[in-house]
């Protein structure tokens, strides 16, 4: 604790102490403390764009409208995509200068919950199914946030990976999956990007609320990691002020009554609580205050790099799940689908941004092609009116060489505060492309939304383009690869799932109101998959190009104690520019305890030109083969012969090298 801030601690009252550690009345700031020149600082959501909200006068309610136009970049599920780390940095950049540019201190992301059940209502908002990749990704991006002045806020800490109950329900999981599924991705982003705030989750973990539960938010987050930034709670989650303050739950946000801090008084008063608990947290909210109001710095907001910006992020995240050759499009062609005009680009809830401009689909395709005839083909309520729409467009299809359908899904059925019944499509949608396939014989798929989808008519479809929820420019970007203007380099962050069912946590998803067994452990998403050789729609690490690449002479060097590599030349054999990523998963058969049959453990994004050749080097140490020991209650290495698998997904083998530890 610096000097300036000693001072400052010994000249506030309790009082101005404990209300230090509730939220201003305005909802989105600290608390300030004219008296002593304490300033304010702001906060607003979100991951995927600044959502700084007018003041009530200029607004109408709690929705996207009233807030600041600012760029709306794809969401996180897409970006993960891209497996590209150094563009999701580049994004987390550009969010910092725009939170600074709208005065804003603190912006209220990434989200990074591991993706448990593909029926997460906010799978859209979170990265991956793998706590490695995501937690790359989210290290990129808070690096990139934080080098503007911004601070990001680290959340929702932790298992906050349902939204069913996401109040109340009690979450249960066996150490080892908490450490090597369920904590990693938060351990890697705060040992590796220092997040200045951490967001404390709803739900409750071992029977406490997140919000309140000192071993997770004292014993591991601040003593076991070292963690010394402000652990704010997530919105309304402190349920008890003194309990949450004792964990380490240094603000509980939003202000709701004078309650919260004048329980904190009474406690001190009455001895129920060390003042020296009080100081410590009223402590670590003045250095996020002072260091917040020193780095602010003036940015202009510059909404058309952000637009461009996220237009080349949405272009590299679109995932090609199936091509028979007719992507790109190179015949006459014509378009169905209502998200084609009125195109879903972000999912429902906080992160909700009001973006700068957008595009359709329709309109940057007519752009390229000319005048492509359109069918609006289905709408939500549109009642006796739906057949009317359906016959218009299965006759539209019949009329041309071929045709591109847009679906996706709706604000209903992706948001926060709800999960999803089923992967499926909207019912209107799937029975118009039932019909759309049995009139041409040649049609593309392409699909609007922030996590798995169950894909109808998949053997009758000619391609299929998953674009996730693109952002403000995502028309754009979509139709730079359905032109062939760019090579599709996206991969799946999470597996396709042939079916529900197949999924590991079928059978003890939301089957009690209370809490939540995480049984299934560490063999989630393809970690389940493809060690019990479950058969998926789309594996992890997925996606088509428009080029081939050879891999030539892979090699591992190094080994010991020291880093080993593995070395591999990589060819695009194709007449276009393309991107590639090397992913490299480890594995080890004769293991003396249970593992998945392959883990993610080193990847990378890499461009190569038409015929190019480079070498890829992939970097693993000791750290990566550790497995989390229960008894020993820490990580630990085990000696003997692993396996690299060099891949191109998970269930697709290039190689496989062995590795020895001594
Ligand atoms: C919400 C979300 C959280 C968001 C906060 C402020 O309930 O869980 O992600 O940042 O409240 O809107």
Redesign the pocket.
């Known amino acids: 604790m610096n000097e300036e801030i000693r001072k400052l601690l010994k000249q506030m009252t309790l009082e101005e102490k404990a209300r230090l550690c509730v939220g201003a009345e305005s909802n989105w700031a600290t608390c300030a403390i004219p008296r002593l020149g304490i300033p304010a600082v702001t906060m607003y ?2 991951p995927v764009g600044v959502r700084r909200e007018m003041a009530e006068s200029e607004g109408d309610g709690f929705n996207q409208h009233n807030s600041y136009p600012a760029t709306c970049f794809p969401s996180l599920s897409t970006v993960s995509m891209s497996w590209n780390v150094e563009a999701v940095g580049e994004m987390g950049r550009l969010l910092g200068e725009q939170a600074q540019a709208l005065g804003v201190n603190i912006l ?2 990434p ?1 990074i919950n591991h993706k448990r059940t593909p029926l997460g209502g906010r799978n859209f908002e979170y990265f991956s199914e793998d706590p490695y990749l995501t937690g790359q990704l989210g290290v990129h991006y808070v690096n990139g946030l934080q080098s503007t002045g911004t601070a990001c ?1 680290l ?2 800490f932790f298992a906050n990976n349902t939204e069913y109950n996401r109040h109340s329900i009690d979450i249960k999981i066996g150490e080892r999956a908490c450490r090597e599924i369920y904590l990693a991705a938060f351990e890697t982003v705060i040992k590796q990007a220092r997040p200045k705030t951490v ?1 404390s989750a ?1 739900n409750r973990f071992d029977g406490s609320f997140c919000s309140e539960n000192k071993r997770l938010l004292t014993d591991i987050l601040k003593i076991e990691w070292g963690y010394e930034g402000v652990v704010i709670s ?3 989650a402190v349920h008890d002020r003194v309990k949450a303050l004792e964990a380490g739950c240094d603000l509980e ?1 939003p202000y709701q009554t004078e309650e919260s801090a004048a329980s904190l008084v009474r406690a001190v008063q009455e001895g129920r609580l060390d003042e020296k608990i009080l100081d410590r947290s009223v402590a670590t909210l003045l250095e996020l205050i002072c260091e917040l109001k020193e780095s602010e710095r003036e940015y202009k907001l510059d909404l058309e790099t952000g637009h461009e910006k996220a237009r080349e992020l949405a272009a590299e995240s679109a995932v090609l799940l199936k091509n028979d050759g007719a992507l790109p499009l190179r015949t006459d062609f014509c378009v169905i689908g209502e998200l084609a005009e009125t195109p879903r680009i972000q999912g429902a ?3 909700r941004v009001n973006p700068y401009r957008v595009s359709s689909p329709l309109t940057e395709l007519r752009n390229i092609y000319g005048n492509v005839a359109y069918a609006k083909g289905y709408g939500a309520n549109e009642g006796e009116l739906a057949e009317v729409l359906a016959d218009e467009a299965a006759s539209l299809a019949k009329s041309v060489p071929a045709v591109l359908f847009f679906a996706g899904l709706d604000d209903k059925t992706e948001s ?1 505060n709800c999960d999803r019944k089923d992967l499926m499509l909207p019912p209107e949608q799937i029975r118009l492309l039932e019909k759309i396939v049995a009139a041409n014989a040649n049609v593309i798929l392409v699909l609007q939304a922030g996590s798995v989808i169950e894909i109808p008519c998949l053997d009758k479809l000619n391609a299929v383009l998953f674009a996730g929820l693109g952002g403000e420019s995502g028309a754009e970007a979509l139709a730079d690869i359905v032109s062939g203007k760019i090579s599709p380099s996206g991969r799946l962050s999470e597996t396709f799932v042939a079916k529900l069912s197949d999924n590991p946590t079928y059978a003890t998803y939301a089957k009690d109101p209370e809490r939540m067994s995480y049984s299934e452990g560490i063999f989630t998403g393809y970690r389940y998959y493809d060690s019990e050789e479950v058969e998926v729609a789309f594996p992890f690490g997925y996606g088509l190009g428009y080029t081939d690449f050879v891999y030539e002479n892979p090699v591992v060097s190094g080994g010991g104690d020291e880093e080993f590599v593995l070395s591999v030349e990589i060819t695009n054999a194709g007449n276009m520019d393309a991107k590639e990523v090397v992913q490299l998963y480890v594995g080890k058969k004769d293991s003396k305890v249970q593992r998945p049959k392959k883990e993610l453990k080193a990847f990378c994004k890499i461009a190569l030109a038409a015929k190019e050749k480079k070498v890829v080097r992939l970097t693993l140490n000791q750290q990566s083969l550790r497995y989390y020991d229960e008894t020993a209650r820490q990580f630990v290495l085990e000696k003997g012969c692993y396996e690299l698998y060099l891949n191109k997904n998970v269930s697709e083998n290039i190689a496989v090298l062995p590795l020895t530890i001594n």
């Open positions: 959501d979100g209220l992301g989200g806020s959340k929702h967001m709803y997530d919105w309304g946000m809830g906080s992160s926060e």
